[in-house]
């Protein structure tokens, strides 16, 4: 199937570990994202990258490394886990040459939780 | 920058009414995209309709519709004929267009508005 798609979908660990997720999309596009979204259901774009080129790095903590080995992985390498990083983390891919209509497909998330 | 507002936390609605949806923004931009996305209990994010800020006519994809009013920044959502599987959250999101350089912007979501469907 053609989709977005990230491992694990749940994640639980303890505070001050080290730990990955990763995105891979099959679509052909050639940019990738990664958006947070908190307890209270509020999206909000972590980084984007384009051609594995990091384009968007937002106030996001050093802890959050992005790394996009190609085009169609973009991997999420989050070291020194705190409380606050609970949350489900989305992956999501688009073309970036048509316009900025064309939409953004979405993986199911990875639910992070810390112990 | 960009903000996106959805005054409306939570919405009910009998099934096979209509209900509208706000959302307002706020842009300096001329060339920018508008979306709702919808959320089920199941996580998934869906697209559920898009507008082009350049278009005048109001999009629609059966029984959703948009009424984008450029000038006042608004852009609502109506759901004909409710069914119990529209109830999720649903987001409004604006994404920059690429002459204003946004070809790889993320998008600009609002707070979301849980829609409850009464059977």
């Known amino acids: 199937d053609t989709a977005v798609s990230q491992t694990p979908k749940y994640l639980v660990t303890q505070m001050g570990n080290d730990k990955s997720i990763k995105c891979e999309q099959n679509?052909?596009?050639?940019?990738m994202y990664w958006y947070k979204q908190d307890s209270k259901k509020f999206l909000k774009i972590m980084f984007s990258?384009?051609?594995?080129?990091?384009?968007i790095n937002e106030t996001v903590p050093n802890r959050f490394s992005p790394k996009s080995p190609d085009k169609a992985h973009l991997n999420l390498h989050i070291n020194s886990l705190e409380l606050g990083d609970s949350a489900v983390y989305f992956c999501?891919?688009?073309?970036?040459?048509?316009?900025?209509?064309?939409?953004?497909?979405f993986g199911d998330g990875t639910r992070l939780s810390i112990l | 920058a960009q903000t996106v507002t959805q005054s409306q936390p939570e919405m009910s609605v009998q099934e096979a009414e209509t209900v509208t949806l706000s959302c307002t923004y706020d842009?300096?931009?001329?060339?920018?995209?508008l979306f709702w996305y919808k959320q089920p209990p199941s996580r998934q994010m869906i697209l559920v309709i898009r507008?082009?800020?350049?278009?005048?006519q109001n999009a629609t994809e059966n029984r959703f519709s948009v009424n984008f009013q450029k000038a006042a920044k608004s852009f609502s959502l109506k759901i004909s004929d409710s069914q119990l599987g529209d109830a999720a959250m649903y987001f409004c999101?604006?994404?920059?267009?690429?002459?204003?350089?946004?070809?790889?912007?993320?998008?600009?979501f609002g707070k979301g508005t849980h829609l409850i469907i009464q059977p």
């Open positions: 999501a891919s688009s073309i970036s040459d048509r316009g900025g209509n064309q939409p953004q497909h």
């Open positions: 990258y384009n051609n594995k080129e990091l384009i």
């Open positions: 507008q082009e800020a350049y278009k005048q």
């Open positions: 679509l052909g596009h050639d940019t």
């Open positions: 999101a604006y994404r920059i267009g690429v002459t204003s350089g946004g070809g790889a912007d993320g998008l600009t």
């Open positions: 842009t300096s931009e001329s060339d920018y995209y």
